[in-house]
Nanobody
Framework: QVQLVESGGGLVQAGGSLRLSCAGS????????VGWFRQAPGKEREFVAG????????YYTNSVKGRFTISRDNAKNTVYLEMNSLKPEDTAVYSC?????????????????WGQGTQVTVSS
């Protein structure tokens, strides 16, 4: 069993930065691929970024490439999402999810575990 808890959301002006954290519990967390998702009001849930269990490979949706960076520290059971040059359209609830089958499963929304989410609001 893996539990995920997100933190780091908040209100920021356009052009600003935030770092989200996804803390995982359970001794097997480091063996899971982890992804970040977001859902804005009235919109579908969207895959934002993913990272393999080892951290060797990362994946991003086109709209955040060059602005967001996903990373992980398996010693701390934590995955991060560094968000720079934020835009009002990045406003959403951001949540993390874990999949034993890898990032491909996350991109298909076939995660094994997910967290409750943290609100990110970018003002113009």
């Amino acid at each position: 069993q893996v539990q995920l808890v997100e933190s780091g959301g908040g209100l920021v002006q356009a052009g600003g930065s935030l770092r989200l954290s996804c803390a995982g519990s359970g001794r097997t967390f480091s063996s899971y691929a982890v992804g970040w998702f977001r859902q804005a009001p009235g919109k579908e849930r969207e895959f934002v970024a993913g990272i393999t269990w080892s951290g060797s490979d990362t994946y991003y949706t086109n709209s955040v490439k060059g602005r967001f960076t996903i990373s992980r520290d398996n010693a701390k059971n934590t995955v991060y999402l560094e968000m720079n040059s934020l835009k009002p359209e990045d406003t959403a609830v951001y949540s993390c999810a874990a999949a034993a089958a890898g990032v491909g499963a996350l991109e298909q929304y076939k995660e094994d575990y997910w967290g409750q989410g943290t609100q990110v609001t970018v003002s113009s």
